[in-house]
């Protein structure tokens, strides 16, 4: 069974910064593609980046620029870099993975509050 643990959230200024980061336990991290989501009250879930395998990644256009994601294999572990922070970026984030048979697996989430 994949476990995500998330961490890292919190409460930020406007124009501030946060990373989060995701740890995979329980499976061979470097074979999945791996991804982050955000979840803000009354709203869907929405994807927030991408990073298949092979570090290729993907952002959604409200975060691009600001946003960088990455992984550390060697850690089995994802980040999400947040810069230039604003608060419409306030929601809980979720870390997902997918693996070769696209089998799914998410974290708990993490808040992530963006206010003065």
């Known amino acids: 069974q994949v476990q995500l643990v998330e961490s890292g959230g919190g409460l930020v200024q406007p124009g501030g910064s946060l990373r989060l980061s995701c740890t995979a336990i329980?499976?061979?991290?470097?074979?999945?593609?791996m991804g982050w989501y955000r979840q803000a009250p009354g709203k869907q879930r929405e994807l927030v980046a991408t990073i298949t395998s092979s570090s290729s990644s993907n952002y959604a256009d409200s975060v691009k620029g600001r946003f960088t994601i990455s992984r550390d294999n060697a850690k089995n572990t994802v980040y999400l870099q947040m810069n230039s922070l604003k608060p419409e970026d306030t929601a809980v984030y979720y870390c997902n993975a997918v693996g070769p048979t696209r089998s799914q697996y998410w974290g708990q989430g993490t808040q992530v509050t963006v206010s003065s």
């Open positions: 329980g499976t061979i991290f470097s074979v999945y593609d």
